[in-house]
């Protein structure tokens, strides 16, 4: 997500078949707190308060192309499709419109708020949190540190991101995510981001279910 005409597609290898294996499944993704500064101006007319607790959801990491999970790679396309143009009016890299590799979607989600009103398109912002596709293009990197990375986007911030893994071990999978632009001051605490953006990068673990 770095130029205007290819910054959101990210140029890696396809994830070897093994990396597609260990990654593929349900995963418990922990509730978290999203501070209000840390959204987007759409996203922050729907937060009450300074910090909102986004609830515990399951996250289900398939095959982009798996031909059964054919709505849901529309759905990323139908998303592509409309973001694009709201990205281009407002100078922001935009995302490849090419999607392959692995990719997640909302399984399950106790959060409170049920639609995705934080998204950046208008005609999306009535669609369910359940269903919702939040990554893509999950590719190998050829890094030890994070050996795969893709698009994803963040329904409790509203912004466009990166999303890198670890290889699962024990049952866990430690992703991060990196916002890609309207750089902020550093978290306390937060290091710099090192899976392919300067961003400050949170840290989750998920857990197989």
Excluded at 65 to 83: E, G, L, T
Excluded at 130 to 156: A, C, F, Q
Aim: with cysteine.
């Amino acid at each position: 997500m770095l130029t205007i005409a290819a910054a959101m597609s990210l140029q890696l290898a396809p994830a070897s078949a093994q990396g597609v294996d260990a990654l593929k499944g349900n995963w418990r993704s922990p509730p978290y707190t999203q501070e209000r500064y840390r959204m987007s101006d759409q996203c922050q007319q729907h937060a009450d308060t300074d910090k909102q607790a986004v609830g515990e959801s399951t996250i289900e990491v398939f095959d982009c192309n798996d031909p059964k999970y054919a709505n849901v790679k529309a759905r990323i396309d139908q998303y592509v499709a409309q973001v694009n143009p709201v990205y281009r009016s407002q100078g922001h890299p935009l995302y490849t419109n090419n999607i392959s590799g692995l990719c997640a979607v909302v399984r399950q989600s106790s959060s409170e708020r049920t639609e995705d009103a934080c998204n950046p398109a208008p005609g999306l912002r009535k669609q369910p949190i359940v269903g919702l596709p939040v990554i893509w293009n999950i590719r190998k990197t050829g890094r030890s540190d994070w050996p795969y990375r893709g698009d994803s986007y963040s329904p409790s911030s509203g912004y466009g991101a990166i999303s890198c893994f670890k290889d699962p071990a024990k049952g866990e999978l430690v992703t991060k995510g990196c916002r890609r632009w309207k750089v902020e001051l550093p978290l306390v605490g937060g290091g710099p981001c090192d899976c392919g953006c300067t961003v400050v990068c949170e840290s989750y673990v998920w857990q197989r279910k």
